[in-house]
Nanobody, 124 residues
């Protein structure tokens, strides 16, 4: 059973930066895709970024391109989301997710494992 634990959320002013981490355990990670999603109050959970565990493929939603970077540390089984130039509209609960395979899907139902989420609040 794969377990995902997020950390790194917090309160930051607009224009600031945060780095989220997602530590994965309990599984083997040869063909796994990791994703970051977010959910703001009253809104549906949306895709933010994804990465193929083997590397060489990343994907981002348009609103974060050029500001967010997803990466992974294979030795530590950890995925990161570096968030720069944060905006108030980035405020949400951020979730880490995982699925077996090679395709970085952008829909929640494609992912089998989820973390508990970490809150990111950006003040204006």
């Amino acid at each position: 059973q794969v377990q995902l634990v997020e950390s790194g959320g917090g309160l930051v002013q607009a224009g600031g930066s945060l780095r989220l981490s997602c530590a994965a355990s309990g599984g083997t990670f040869s063909r796994v895709v990791m994703g970051w999603f977010r959910q703001a109050p009253g809104k549906e959970r949306e895709f933010v970024a994804g990465i193929r565990w083997s590397g060489a493929m990343t994907a981002y939603t348009d609103s974060v391109k050029g500001r967010f970077t997803i990466s992974r540390d294979m030795g530590k089984n950890t995925v990161f989301l570096q968030m720069n130039s944060l905006k108030p509209e980035d405020t949400a609960n951020y979730y880490c997710a995982a699925r077996e395979g090679d395709t970085v899907y952008r829909t929640t139902y494609r992912y089998d494992y989820w973390g508990q989420g970490t809150q990111v609040t950006v003040s204006s």
